[in-house]
């Protein structure tokens, strides 16, 4: 295993910057994501970590030792592709053993890591197929096995399952994250997909533009987004946000916003009359029958079973508010809303950043 550490890497195709000078560490062991929208820089990244990419601008570390210069072969790591890259001419027992026999590993040592890899992933009765026998679960985790049989200090994922359907994807996903617990190898995994990143990280990277938004837990993230981006990024269905202003008054703090009052007491940052984002997350809004709620227009009602998502009308925003059970509201009606007073959220109109 190994610790890695990126030092103001940045990447440039030809005169456009992609990466921005980004920094962190990740520690011996630790499983990190790094998540964010389409083209924010992260598979560029990944693969510079890689070594399938050229660095533009400072120094990637594996176990310590600047890796800049060094060829892929020699940087001891494994990659997961999206595309399982798997060679149809060979077996599953062949295309896990490859690596090992490009090294001219010695066979008794190839077919005991092979032997242990398939029986970590249940490919035991699949190692005489081919892949094209095989379902797109089954050629993952070849992809996989062919990545722990080289015992590598580092794991990288890229996107490892996005070809796959969501029941397939949510198996998946525990999978990989007790593949992880069992083996103890350092992990970075990317995806633009924020719920593989929630359920699998121990901490998450989120991107943007070829910048570090934020880092920390999952639940670091979700519950203290330290910007709009982030606050909008993490959680699904994403947080309602609405413009306002921010008022004080004695002991009282609320957000005026789409002429009515937003409640805010525990927010102690910010100015009377500043102009803020106020954000609340879907789950933290209540049906309520209190004469201080907030009226709003039902425009859908999606019921999922266990829960029912409302789409509701509030002035010219659109909110939408997510209930346990089930609700008799039709679209067209009116209710009254209520927020959790401890969980608003929020950020400077400006500069996006959260106040505390």
């Known amino acids: 295993m190994a610790s890695v550490s990126f030092k103001k890497i940045e990447k440039n195709f030809g005169k456009v910057k992609i ?12 499983f990190v994501v790094l998540v964010g929208p389409s083209g924010c820089g992260k598979s560029t990244l990944l693969r510079m970590l890689a070594g399938l990419e050229d660095i533009s601008g400072g120094e990637i570390a594996i176990d310590g030792k600047v890796v800049n210069e060094l060829d892929s072969k020699d940087r001891d790591i494994a990659m997961v592709f999206q595309s399982y890259a798997l060679y149809p001419h060979m077996t599953v ?3 896990m053993a490859f690596s090992l026999r490009l090294r001219n590993a010695d066979a008794e040592l190839t077919e005991k890591r092979v032997s242990n890899a398939a029986r970590i992933l249940n490919l035991d009765v699949l190692l005489d197929r081919f892949p094209r ?3 797109g679960g089954q050629r993952q985790r070849v992809a996989m096995g062919r990545a722990i049989v080289r015992d590598p200090k580092v794991f990288l994922f890229d996107e490892p399952l996005s070809n796959l359907d969501a029941k397939l994807r949510v198996a998946m996903r525990a999978e990989i994250k007790d593949l992880h617990q069992r083996l103890k190898t350092t992990t970075v995994y990317v995806t633009h997909d924020q719920i593989e990143a929630m359920t699998m990280a121990d901490r998450i990277v989120v991107m943007h533009d070829g910048i570090v938004e934020q880092i ?7 519950d203290r987004p330290g910007n709009l981006f982030v606050a909008q990024f993490i959680g699904s269905p994403s947080m309602n946000v609405l413009k306002g202003t921010l008022r004080r008054a004695g002991d009282q703090t609320w957000v005026e916003a789409e002429g009515a009052r937003w409640p805010a007491d525990h927010v102690k940052g910010g100015q009377d009359g500043q102009a803020v984002h106020f954000g609340v997350r879907p789950t933290d809004m209540v049906i309520t029958t209190a004469g201080d709620g907030v009226a709003a227009k039902v425009v859908v009602v999606e019921p999922t079973g266990a829960e029912t998502e409302l789409l509701l009308q509030i002035g010219t925003t659109k909110l939408v508010l997510v209930m346990h059970g089930r609700t008799n509201a039709k679209p067209d009606d009116t209710v009254m809303i209520g927020i959790d007073h401890g969980k608003a959220h929020l950020f400077d109109q400006a500069s996006s950043q959260r106040i505390d």
Request: no cysteine; net charge negative.
């Open 19 to 30: 990466i921005h000078g980004i920094s962190f560490d990740i520690a011996d062991g630790e």
């Open 93 to 95: 027992r062949e295309n």
């Open 133 to 135: 026998e095989l379902s």
């Open 216 to 222: 920390g837990t999952p639940l670091e993230l979700f």
